[in-house]
């Protein structure tokens, strides 16, 4: 048996250098742009994820249209990343801009429901099979306010997660296990109590592990991605989510599936296409084709139970919603976008194109004899310096800072400028994301090839 080829980290050093080089010499008028924000924003980025870039400072981006990004010195890239799914649908669509553009002129927040909430409320009812709705802002505002719900409907203190999760800044999902210990994630910023007090964590793909930890009692609900898809994507094994469902049952807990991802499966996310029953469901990031949105279902016995006095006078102050949450303008792009895109003839263009793209990767990494997978959920792929992993722990085993971010630079470098648009797909934005964080946090790195659903 030969060995599987080994990475030469001397050589790697070297080879990133000069891409490092190449970066800095290519990309002038964001050299210039980063060093005027360093005056004013903190760390000279709008938000702290932006500075995940693999070059010495971050790409400025001029604009994006379908798969296509265009940065401030004139280089065109083709988007494999598309936002980190919040553009999945493609870049500034044409009719999202209209009835965005439309409804602005019209108002654009007004604390009253619009007709699109009605419409919106149908259609994600048609597609994800739960028949109650209500609108967040982003999928993690989606999360909180479920996790509330679960809490205050069975009384129980903690909610369950899958180890190495990720579902947004949602602080008692920032946990993952030390052995039998669930401790606060590494690089989750000040967490508000011990992260043990508010979470259980399990691994994905363990129903024993589930059933055990379920059974103390002391769990509201599980929230999940039925694949878990921030950690490379980890499909679950045959039967397991069925196992879940029964397990979740009987032991009386409430079980939340999170799409804002697994959307790449089809237009009702893994629920609809695997046959989910969720008592609860979240959707976000490209609901609104770009434009802040995301939406949280609830089966009729959980509506039945929230419905009423629960949502009384002082819903308000409860901690759910916010004062800007389902304003019209998120509908309108949530209606737009809903209604010509992320459909199943999108999908049927879409699918085609990520089995292809993991189908070249895979041919890659056999020709190579490399011990790396390619995983592909729907529209969307993935590759990781592993075989398949069967859990989030296995997959954070295999990050490889050093690695993804030489390949990323090079692929960046070679981008191509504005009039020559590289054939292989050059840039995977989101997947700079990985770049500077520790390797034991998780990492939504972009070596992901999402086809937009839309032209
Ligand atoms: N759920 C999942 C599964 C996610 O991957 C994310 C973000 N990547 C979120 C929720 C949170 O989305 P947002 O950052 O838009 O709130």
Redesign the pocket.
């Known amino acids: 048996m030969t060995a599987a080829p080994t990475v030469d980290r001397g050589r790697l050093a070297d080879l990133r250098r000069e891409e490092e080089q190449r970066f800095v010499e290519l990309h002038p008028r964001s050299a210039e742009l980063a060093a005027e924000a360093a005056g004013s924003l903190l760390a000279g980025v709008p938000m702290p994820w932006m500075t995940r870039w693999p070059g010495a400072f971050p790409l400025f981006c001029a604009s994006a249209s379908g798969a296509r990004l265009v940065d401030v010195d004139g280089h065109a890239y083709v988007d494999l990343c598309l936002g980190?799914?919040?553009a999945m649908t493609g870049h500034a669509l044409p009719q999202v801009a209209e009835a965005v553009a439309r409804q602005a002129a019209s108002g654009i927040t007004t604390m009253l429901p619009s007709a699109d909430a009605v419409w919106v409320g149908q259609e994600l009812a048609r597609r994800f099979g739960l028949p109650r709705w209500q609108l967040a802002m982003?999928?993690?505002?989606a999360?909180r306010f479920v996790l509330r719900f679960a809490r205050h409907l069975t009384g129980r203190p903690r909610v369950a997660v899958m180890d190495w999760c990720?579902?947004?800044?949602v602080d008692e999902t920032l946990a993952v296990l030390d052995g039998d210990r669930v401790v606060p994630r590494p690089g989750a910023l000040g967490p508000q109590v011990d992260a043990a007090l508010t979470t259980a964590v399990v691994p994905f793909n363990d129903l024993d592990a589930l059933d055990r930890r379920l059974a103390q009692g002391d769990i509201a609900c599980l929230l999940m991605?039925p694949a878990l898809?921030?950690i490379g994507i980890v499909l679950p094994e045959v039967g397991y989510l069925a196992g879940v469902r029964e397990v979740t049952r009987r032991h009386d807990v409430l079980l939340v599936v999170?799409e804002?991802?697994t959307l790449c499966a089809g237009p009702g996310g893994a629920t609809a296409a695997w046959g989910l029953e969720p008592d609860l469901l979240?959707v976000?990031?490209p609901i609104g084709g770009g434009v802040p949105a995301?939406a949280y279902g609830l089966s009729q016995a959980v509506a039945d139970r929230l419905d009423g006095p629960m949502l009384g006078h002082e819903i308000d102050v409860a901690g759910v919603g916010g004062t800007l949450t389902a304003n019209a303008l998120s509908l309108a792009a949530v209606r737009a976008t809903l209604s010509t895109c992320l459909r199943e003839e999108d999908f049927a263009v879409a699918v085609p194109l990520a089995e292809r793209f993991a189908a070249g990767v895979a041919g890659v990494i056999e020709q190579h004899g490399l011990p790396w997978h390619v995983q592909r959920l729907g529209c969307r792929a993935e590759y990781w310096f592993c075989p398949p992993p069967r859990d989030g722990a296995a997959a954070a085993a295999a990050v490889d800072e050093d690695l993804e971010g030489f390949l990323h630079l090079w692929s960046l470098n070679r981008g191509g400028a504005a009039d020559a648009v590289p054939q292989h797909g050059a840039v995977q934005p989101g997947a700079h994301r990985g770049r500077r964080r520790p390797p034991h946090r998780g990492l939504?790195r972009g070596r992901r090839g999402p086809a937009r659903l839309s032209d």
Do not use: M
């Open positions: 980190d799914t919040g982003s999928a993690t505002d999360n990720y579902h947004g800044t991605e898809t921030n999170d804002t991802h979240v976000g990031k995301a939504r």
